[in-house]
């Protein structure tokens, strides 16, 4: 018997759980775009409860998720500064630019951080007349998908927070696997949302929720993005059921995400004592892992191939120099040890 696949491509994968499929086919089936639905409510409570803040708001995703959070900060206006690598800049196709109409400063970073010194230095005052338009929103990722899934220092989210207060400039956290980087740094999500003006996080990656995001901020901030929301077709109707399988992600999907970090650590480590040149086992912080494979014998495309021959999926990333895992509730131990047999096996032939 073939044993089941291994799916490592992303974390989006997962599937709901009996008990999400469950409350999904008793939840509420209100229009939420015209009277409202209760489920819905519970889930923006819950989730603007977690993370520190007044309100929240449930979107189809998290791209439009950080398009709304932009466009009710700006208003349209403005110049937006974030680190180069920025999911934002690098994966939602531009959408700040050709959606939101504004100009954005990517900045030089280190793992997903930007450099505080560049960005204190980015920052401008709105000039009319004269040569710039003004600072309107400063935008930071934790856990930084393009970053191998690294996690902001706290230390460097406050740093940014008081110089954003000082120039009066709103802060805007993509926490697509926020629950990920709370994990990691092992506090509560608000500890790290209570350093910016909203945050969004993904119910649909490793917390096995089908669609979702949600965003958290202000109540006028949110009213704002509601309106926004609309604009950019993301009301929806009858959004119960996800909204259901949202809360038991939040619920209890979050707190077991330590595990997905684990077995990214355990298959780092393993790549690593077969061959060294693979992957720092200290770069992992989440559940992503970045494997190197410019000084393999064999490029990225081969080793999707090869790897896809014997039921185990991997992503090629990145001029294929490098394939990108990601650990989810769908692979434990047991499955890694075997990623981890096939990887020798491949790279003895
Ligand atoms: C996945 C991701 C998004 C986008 O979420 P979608 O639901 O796929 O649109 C945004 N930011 C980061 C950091 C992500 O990892």
């Known amino acids: 018997m073939t044993p089941p696949e291994i799916d490592l491509r992303s974390d989006t994968i997962t599937r709901p759980t009996p008990e999400m499929l469950a409350a999904m086919a008793h939840a509420?089936?209100?229009?939420?775009?015209?009277?409202?639905?209760?489920?819905?409510?519970?889930?923006?409570?819950?989730?603007?409860?977690?993370?520190?803040?007044?309100?929240g708001l449930f979107l189809p995703s998290g791209t439009m998720a950080n398009l709304?959070?932009?466009?009710?900060?700006?208003?349209?206006?403005?110049?937006?500064?974030m680190e180069a690598t920025s999911h934002t800049l690098t994966s939602e196709l531009g959408g700040i630019g050709a959606l939101a109409g504004l100009f954005t400063r990517p900045l030089p970073g280190h793992r997903g951080a930007p450099d505080f010194d560049a960005l204190r230095a980015a920052l401008r005052r709105p000039g009319i007349g004269r040569s710039n338009v003004g600072t309107a929103l400063i935008q930071l990722e934790t856990s930084h998908n393009h970053a191998g899934g690294a996690v902001l220092p706290l230390s460097l989210m406050a740093a940014v927070?008081?110089?954003?207060?000082?120039?009066?400039?709103?802060?805007?956290?993509?926490?697509?696997?926020?629950?990920?980087?709370?994990?990691?740094?092992?506090?509560?999500?608000?500890?790290?949302?209570?350093?910016?003006?909203?945050?969004n996080f993904c119910i649909s990656k490793g917390l096995s929720a089908p669609i979702g995001s949600l965003l958290c901020g202000t109540t006028?901030?949110?009213?704002?993005?509601?309106?926004?929301?609309?604009?950019v077709g993301g009301a929806m109707r009858q959004a119960?059921?996800?909204?259901?399988?949202?809360?038991?992600?939040?619920?209890?999907?979050?707190?077991?995400?330590?595990?997905?970090?684990?077995?990214?650590?355990?298959?780092?480590?393993?790549?690593?004592?077969?061959?060294?040149?693979?992957?720092?086992?200290?770069?992992?912080?989440?559940?992503?892992?970045?494997?190197?494979?410019?000084?393999?014998?064999?490029?990225?495309?081969?080793?999707?191939?090869?790897l896809g021959a014997v039921g185990i999926r991997v992503g090629a990333y990145g001029a294929q120099k490098q394939l990108r895992l990601v650990t989810h509730r769908h692979v434990d131990a047991a499955g890694i040890d075997r990623v981890l047999d096939e990887v020798r096996k491949m790279l003895q032939r």
């Not at 409570?45 to 520190?52: H, I, K, P």
């Not at 709304?68 to 500064?81: K, M, N, P, Q, S």
């Not at 809360?247 to 298959?267: V, Y």
């Open 28 to 55: 509420s089936l209100g229009d939420d775009s015209r009277d409202g639905d209760p489920t819905v409510e519970r889930l923006e409570d819950l989730a603007a409860r977690r993370c520190g803040k007044a309100a």
């Open 68 to 81: 709304v959070a932009i466009l009710a900060h700006t208003g349209r206006a403005g110049e937006v500064l």
């Open 161 to 199: 927070r008081s110089l954003s207060l000082q120039h009066n400039v709103p802060v805007h956290v993509d926490g697509a696997r926020l629950f990920n980087a709370a994990t990691a740094l092992g506090v509560g999500v608000d500890v790290i949302a209570q350093h910016a003006d909203s945050v």
């Open 220 to 231: 006028e901030f949110i009213e704002q993005a509601r309106g926004y929301r609309r604009m």
């Open 240 to 306: 119960g059921p996800m909204a259901a399988a949202g809360i038991l992600a939040i619920e209890k999907m979050s707190a077991r995400l330590g595990e997905d970090h684990a077995t990214a650590r355990q298959l780092a480590t393993g790549l690593a004592a077969l061959d060294p040149s693979l992957v720092d086992p200290a770069a992992i912080e989440t559940n992503i892992v970045r494997i190197d494979v410019s000084k393999s014998p064999l490029d990225a495309e081969t080793w999707e191939r090869k």
